[in-house]
């Protein structure tokens, strides 16, 4: 019955979700869903615990309630390059 409850809200997008974010990696992580927020608040520990295990750094952790298409976002820019190349529409050859 509660997990029936659980993607109803879920698919309302009224679950409560863990969303941590993390600097290094630079990444999003949703954790869920739950019923309430304080289940969520309860299942914090652990997912935080495991991105340690890992030598996330930066960890911020956040409860909302939300509708995550992802469960892990990665940030595309940090692993992108800074530079920027031009191809000009011609070169002139001399």
């Known amino acids: 019955m509660k997990e029936t409850l659980v993607n109803l809200l879920n698919f ?3 679950a409560w979700w863990v969303k941590i974010s993390t600097a290094n990696p630079s990444c999003t992580y949703y954790f ?3 019923l309430t927020p304080e289940e ?3 299942a914090e520990a652990g997912y935080i615990e495991d991105l340690k295990d890992e030598s996330a750094q930066g960890i911020q952790v956040f409860i909302e309630q939300s ?3 992802e469960l892990t976002i ?3 820019l940090e692993n992108s390059s800074n530079e920027t190349v031009i191809n000009p529409a011609f070169s002139p050859q001399t």
């Open 12 to 14: 309302s997008g009224l």
């Open 32 to 34: 869920g869903p739950f």
């Open 40 to 42: 969520a608040k309860s």
């Open 67 to 69: 509708k995550p298409v």
């Open 74 to 76: 990665y940030d595309e």
